[in-house]
C-alpha cells in the first residue's frame, strides 16, 4: 500500500487545508474562474506580465487590449494550451494551472477558436454529434455485444434529439445534412458555438467569435449568446470591435504589456485615460 494515503490524513486532523480547500479560497462562490499573477515568457519575451483577474458566474465579461497586450496568451494559458512560467489559474475551486486542454475541456472550460475549427468532411450533424463527453458507445465492447449495444442505441437517439434541439436553437437546423467544410464563415461560427452547447460546459471563453461574420449572423449569435447568458452560462470574450464589447459586456477587462491595465464596466473604460492612451488614440 503507498504511504501517500495515510501521510494526508495527520495533516488533514491537524487542521491544514487539503488542496482543493486551498484552491477554493482564490475561487469565492460566485466567481468560477480567476487568474492570479499568470506569467508566460516565450524565450526572452514575456507575453502575460503578472496578470490578476476573475470572472463572474453567469456574466458576460469582455477581454481587450491593443495587438501584442496578451489576451490571446492569456486565453492560451487558461484553456491549457500553454503551460504558465508561473501564476495559476483556477476554475470552480480547483487549481487548473498547466492541464492539458482536454482535461480542462472536461471541468466544463471550454473554448471556442477565432477560426472555427469544424471537421469539414462530416456533415453539420454528424460534428454535433461527436462533441458531447463521455460516450458509451466510444467503448468497442459497448458498440457491438448484443447485451451491451441497447444502452449506446439509447444514448445515440438521446442526442440525436438534443442535437437537433441545439442546431434550431442556433437557427441553423436547416443546415444539419450539410457538409461543414461548405458552411459559410458565420454559419461556421454558429456550428461551432452549438457544439460547444454540446459538452455540457459551465463556462465558454470566446476567442473573436464574430471574426469574419457578416451583420446578421453577428446580431444572431450575439443574440444567442445572451439567451445562455440569461440562463446561467458564463461567458469570457476577447473581441477587437469596442462597439461589441461596449455594448454588450457587463464587466471589461483591459490588458497591456501583459498585465491588467484597468477593469470596470462600458462607463468607466471609456473614460479610463490609461486605456486610451494604450489604444495610442484609437476610438473606443
Request: charged share 25%; aromatic share 6%; glycine share 10%.
Amino acid at each position: 500500500m503507498s504511504d501517500t494515503g495515510p501521510a494526508q490524513r495527520p495533516q488533514a486532523e491537524q487542521g491544514t487545508d487539503s488542496e482543493v480547500e486551498a484552491a477554493a479560497r482564490h475561487t469565492p462562490r460566485g466567481l468560477p474562474l480567476r487568474v492570479e499573477n499568470l506569467r508566460k515568457e516565450f524565450g526572452g519575451i514575456t507575453a502575460v506580465d503578472g496578470a490578476t483577474f476573475a470572472v463572474e458566474a453567469g456574466s458576460l465579461t469582455g477581454l481587450i487590449g491593443p495587438n501584442g497586450a496578451g489576451k490571446s496568451t492569456t486565453f492560451n494559458c487558461i484553456a491549457g494550451v500553454h503551460t504558465p512560467t508561473a501564476g495559476h489559474v483556477y476554475f470552480q475551486g480547483e487549481d487548473i494551472t498547466g492541464l492539458r486542454p482536454d482535461r480542462i475541456a472536461n471541468r466544463g472550460l471550454v473554448r471556442t477558436f477565432q477560426i472555427a475549427r469544424e471537421l469539414h468532411d462530416m456533415t453539420v450533424l454528424e460534428n454535433m454529434m461527436l462533441a458531447p463527453r463521455g460516450q458509451v458507445g466510444e467503448s468497442l465492447a459497448r458498440s457491438v455485444l448484443p447485451g451491451l449495444r441497447g444502452t449506446v442505441v439509447e444514448q445515440e437517439r438521446d442526442l440525436y434529439e438534443r442535437a437537433w434541439e441545439t442546431l434550431e436553437f442556433f437557427e441553423i437546423d436547416h443546415l444539419a445534412f450539410e457538409f461543414a467544410g461548405n458552411l459559410s464563415g458565420g454559419q461556421r461560427k454558429l456550428l461551432e458555438m452549438a457544439r460547444v452547447l454540446m459538452t455540457d460546459p459551465q463556462m465558454v471563453l470566446l476567442d473573436e467569435p464574430l471574426a469574419g461574420v457578416n451583420p446578421t449572423l453577428e446580431k444572431k449569435l450575439l443574440e444567442r449568446i445572451h439567451d445562455l447568458r440569461e440562463e446561467g452560462y458564463t461567458f469570457l470574450l476577447v473581441e477587437h470591435d469596442m462597439d461589441v464589447i461596449m455594448n454588450n459586456c457587463e464587466h471589461i477587462i483591459v490588458m497591456h504589456q501583459g498585465k491588467v491595465l484597468a477593469e470596470g464596466e462600458a462607463t468607466d473604460i471609456k473614460n479610463d485615460d490609461r486605456v486610451v492612451d494604450a489604444y495610442l488614440g484609437e476610438t473606443i
